[in-house]
């Protein structure tokens, strides 16, 4: 017979919480974060911020275009460094320091 684990989601909560905020339960590397966003912003985004969109967009496109020869280069280079965690993070660091 399986046995089941029953966790509570977080052990405490502190601040206000109200009848528009969104509670957000995530987890990343293994530990568990509870988080809340009270009154997000739902505006247009401002000009820096559709700047810096686009970069991201711009470095994802060409890190999906890269050929087989690019990325095992790529993949050399990621494993001699020790400062990113994983290679997408490695690439996309790669090409926002290019632009």
Same mark, same amino acid.
């Given at each position: 017979?399986?046995?089941?684990?029953?966790?509570?989601?977080?052990?405490?909560?502190?601040?206000?919480? =109200?009848?528009?905020?969104?509670?957000?339960?995530?987890?990343?590397?293994?530990?568990?974060?509870?988080?809340?966003? =009270?009154?997000?912003?739902?505006?247009?985004?401002?000009?820096?911020?559709?700047?810096?969109?686009?970069?991201?967009?711009?470095?994802?496109?060409?890190?999906?275009?890269?050929?087989?020869?690019?990325?095992?280069?790529?993949?050399?280079?990621?494993?001699?460094?020790?400062?990113?965690?994983?290679?997408?993070?490695?690439?996309?660091?790669?090409?926002?320091?290019?632009?």
């Amino acid at each position: 017979m399986s046995k089941i684990k029953l966790e509570a989601p977080f052990q405490q909560f502190r601040g206000k919480v =109200c009848k528009h905020s969104q509670i957000i339960f995530k987890e990343m590397y293994g530990t568990k974060f509870t988080s809340q966003i =009270c009154n997000p912003y739902t505006g247009a985004p401002s000009t820096a911020q559709s700047a810096q969109q686009s970069k991201m967009t711009a470095a994802v496109a060409k890190i999906a275009a890269l050929s087989e020869q690019e990325l095992q280069a790529a993949m050399d280079a990621f494993a001699k460094q020790s400062k990113y965690k994983t290679l997408r993070g490695y690439l996309l660091a790669q090409e926002l320091k290019k632009s």
